[in-house]
């Protein structure tokens, strides 16, 4: 069973830093392939960045490349997304998501768990 559980998220000026985590109480987090994506209002749930089972391979949004940064650490199940250099355009409810397979990773439909998202709101 997969059970996720966002944090970290708040309000922040642009050009400043934020790290969101996810944290899995099931058993399984060290099986799944990983995944950030974020909804702003009135727009769809967008792909951000991705991260295999292992930590080996990372992909990210052309949006965020350069900025962000996904990680892991399996022994406290636990994925991070590190926010650097934030602009008003990444305000967003984030939310991290687990599939089984390591492809297809900007589709939404292909990832089995989600979290409740957390806000993460970059003032001008």
């Known amino acids: 069973q997969v059970q996720l559980a966002e944090s970290g998220g708040g309000l922040v000026q642009a050009g400043g830093s934020l790290r969101v985590s996810c944290v899995d109480s099931?058993?399984?987090?060290?099986?799944?392939?990983m995944g950030w994506f974020r909804q702003a209002p009135g727009k769809e749930r967008e792909f951000v960045a991705g991260?295999?089972?292992?930590?080996?391979?990372?992909y990210y949004a052309d949006s965020v490349k350069g900025r962000f940064t996904i990680s892991r650490d399996n022994a406290k199940n636990t994925v991070y997304l590190q926010m650097n250099s934030l602009k008003p355009e990444d305000t967003a409810v984030y939310y991290c998501?687990?599939?089984?397979?390591?492809?297809?990773?900007?589709?939404?439909?292909?990832?089995?768990?989600w979290g409740q998202g957390t806000q993460v709101t970059v003032s001008s």
């Open positions: 998501a687990a599939k089984r397979y390591s492809f297809d990773w900007y589709r939404a439909d292909q990832y089995g768990y």
């Open positions: 991260i295999t089972w292992n930590g080996v391979s990372t």
């Open positions: 099931g058993r399984t987090f060290r099986n799944n392939a």
